[in-house]
């Protein structure tokens, strides 16, 4: 088998940063999208899951308010839909296993206690009682949304760090660390390759190669080193 030649290995050397950019480009564009819709996302789920939280919030205090007007049977019917319409909204921004928790415990405590609302005398503390109860449920889950969102900020800047990470391992540390195992490889070749002309200057002053017939190999290896960046030393140069 033959061995791996120095230029087979600068190639190889050399092909491997490109390689890794082509793998990481389109990781990085991936990358880039995600994090460009990012406010967008928060927007949509978590400051949504927020706005529900407290429009469940009002649409109570608006109940317990309408008790009091001359229209209150429909004002508390308009804001008991109005709840459920939110809870249902909200059902769809939930992005923590807590919120979904949270969430489910005040929709199955609510129905019950806003059927009974709704006939309830205003001095009933036991209703009234229950209402405080909802508000509590309503709190702990805009508790639970703040929470996701700071989760999903913390994990945003994780995965930037990962991301920046990345971009540094594939478009620094690899071309650098190719850059210098190219850089040992050509430096090898040139130390041989100046030996290699040094020794043909030597056999080209002696005798024995005077002969017409190693002219030829000595003037196609002369020309090879030539064109290498090794040509036949200056005598001018030499003796200044």
Not at 33 to 48: R, V, W
């Amino acid at each position: 088998m033959a061995n791996v030649t120095i230029v087979s290995k600068i190639r190889l050397m050399a092909a491997i940063a490109p390689l890794v950019l082509l793998i990481v480009g389109p990781i990085a564009s991936m990358a880039f999208s995600a994090f460009g819709n990012i406010p967008t996302t928060i927007k949509e789920n978590q400051l949504a899951a927020i706005n529900y939280a407290n429009g469940l919030d009002a649409a109570l205090y608006k109940m317990e308010w309408g008790r009091s007007q001359p229209e209150a049977s429909q004002i508390i019917l308009d804001q008991q839909r109005r709840f459920a319409d939110m809870l249902d909204s909200a059902a769809h921004n939930m992005y923590t296993a807590e919120q979904r928790e949270k969430l489910q415990t005040l929709a199955d405590a609510a129905k019950p206690i806003l059927d009974t609302f709704r006939h309830a005398d205003p001095r009933d503390e036991v209703e009234n009682a229950k209402m405080r109860d909802l508000h509590m449920m309503v709190t702990s889950l805009l508790s639970a949304d703040e929470a996701a969102l700071d989760q999903y900020s913390d994990l945003t800047i994780n995965r930037a760090r990962e991301f920046i990470l990345l971009i540094l391992i594939a478009g620094v540390l690899v071309p650098i660390g190719c850059y210098a195992v190219i850089w040992r490889f050509t430096e090898t070749a040139r130390t041989d390759l100046r030996a290699i002309r040094a020794l043909l200057e030597k056999i080209a002053d002696a005798p024995a190669v005077k002969d017409p017939a190693f002219a030829t190999e000595i003037e196609a290896i002369d020309q090879a080193l030539t064109r290498m960046g090794f040509p036949k030393p200056n005598p001018m140069l030499a003796e200044g």
